[in-house]
């Protein structure tokens, strides 16, 4: 059974950086790409950042770009979202997402497997 589990979120003020991560268990991690999506409140889901299976490629959406980076180790079965600089306009539910494919796509509906989402809370 495939399983994704994040962690990191919390609350911190703007300015501030976090550190996200998302292990993952059940899943071929090494040919999966990677991605992090969010919601906020009474928003629809976005995409925020993708990683292709080796880490070659990286997308980010354009609000995040410059601040946020997105890692994989492939030997922990683990990505990782850093976070800096954040804004209140962040604050949502992270989720991270595997895709059955090593190739990075920014559609929430190519991914397969989604964990179950932490929160990020930042504070003006």
């Known amino acids: 059974q495939v399983q994704l589990v994040e962690s990191g979120g919390g609350l911190v003020q703007a300015g501030d950086s976090l550190r996200l991560s998302c292990a993952a268990s059940?899943?071929?991690?090494?040919?999966?790409?990677m991605g992090w999506f969010r919601q906020a409140p009474g928003k629809e889901r976005e995409f925020i950042a993708a990683?292709?299976?080796?880490?070659?490629?990286?997308n980010y959406a354009d609000s995040v770009k410059a601040r946020f980076t997105i890692s994989r180790d492939n030997a922990k079965n683990t990505v990782y979202l850093q976070m800096n600089s954040l804004k209140p306009e962040d604050t949502a539910v992270y989720y991270c997402a595997a895709r059955a494919s090593p190739v990075a796509t920014v559609i929430s509906a190519t991914y397969s497997y989604w964990g179950q989402g932490t929160q990020v809370t930042v504070s003006s």
């Open positions: 990683i292709s299976s080796s880490g070659g490629n990286r």
């Open positions: 059940g899943v071929t991690f090494i040919r999966s790409a």
